[in-house]
Antibody
Framework: EVQLVQSGAEVKKPGESLRISCEGS????????LAWVRQTPGKGLEWVGS????????RYGPSFQGQVTISADKSTNTAYLQWGSLKASDTATYYC??????????????WGQGTLVTVSS | DIQMTQSPSSLSASVGDTVTITCRAS??????LNWYQHKPGKAPDLLIY???ILEGGAPSRFSGTGSGTDFSLIISGLQPEDFATYFC?????????FGQGTTLQIK
């Protein structure tokens, strides 16, 4: 069974750094793209970026380029989403999701349970 | 980027009803449109990919139609477990974008 298990909720202050994680199991971690998605009440779901753990190819959404870093550790089947300096506007629930590709289609076939990040002074 | 406009934002219906949720893309995305169901506190579940292809574990009361810019998710014969939030996603480009979501509530 495919599972994506995310790290727990975080409460941080503006300016602090943070790294959240997503551990995959039940599939070959390096063979599938993995996406990060942000959910907020105001903007709904937004694609943050995608990572191919096999070669560490990373793509970022236009609103997130330069704001976050996506990476992975193949030895632990874990993907990361990282901020160097958090802002209040980063407050959201973040999901990781495994991307399934069946050409020409692709979709998010498994999702993590979400990590709530709260940034407040 | 491709904008996805979903409507309605919320919907009240009764068990047994048939409901339709629509999603409009800002440009032609052919049939690269996915639908998901999301319940509070749980991970989203894929229902339909490729605009109309039912995911293996999804009930047959869910169906999807459309191509180009206009798409619909139809739920025929609502069941109690169907009351949830539904959202569409375009997969025409790898810069995925989502609809704002439709919350389906019990009337």
């Amino acid at each position: 069974e495919v599972q994506l298990v995310q790290s727990g909720a975080e409460v941080k202050k503006p300016g602090e750094s943070l790294r959240i994680s997503c551990e995959g199991s039940g599939y070959i971690f390096t063979d599938y793209w993995l996406a990060w998605v942000r959910q907020t009440p105001g903007k709904g779901l937004e694609w943050v970026g995608s990572l191919y753990p096999g070669d560490s190819d990373v793509r970022y959404g236009p609103s997130f380029q330069g704001q976050v870093t996506i990476s992975a550790d193949k030895s632990t089947n874990t993907a990361y989403l990282q901020w160097g300096s958090l802002k209040a506007s980063d407050t959201a629930t973040y999901y990781c999701a495994k991307i399934r590709q069946l050409p020409p289609h692709n979709w998010f076939d498994s999702w993590g349970q979400g990590t709530l990040v709260t940034v407040s002074s | 980027d491709i904008q996805m406009t979903q409507s309605p934002s919320s919907l009240s219906a009764s068990v047994g009803d048939t409901v339709t949720i629509t999603c409009r893309a800002s440009q032609n995305i052919r049939r690269y449109l996915n639908w998901y169901q999301h319940k509070p506190g749980k991970a989203p579940d894929l229902l339909i990919y490729g605009a109309s292809i039912l995911e293996g574990g999804a009930p047959s009361r869910f169906s999807g139609t459309g191509s180009g810019t206009d798409f619909s998710l139809i739920i025929s014969g609502l069941q109690p477990e169907d009351f949830a939030t539904y959202f569409c996603q375009q997969a025409y480009t790898n810069e995925y974008t989502f609809g704002q979501g439709t919350t389906l509530q019990i009337k």
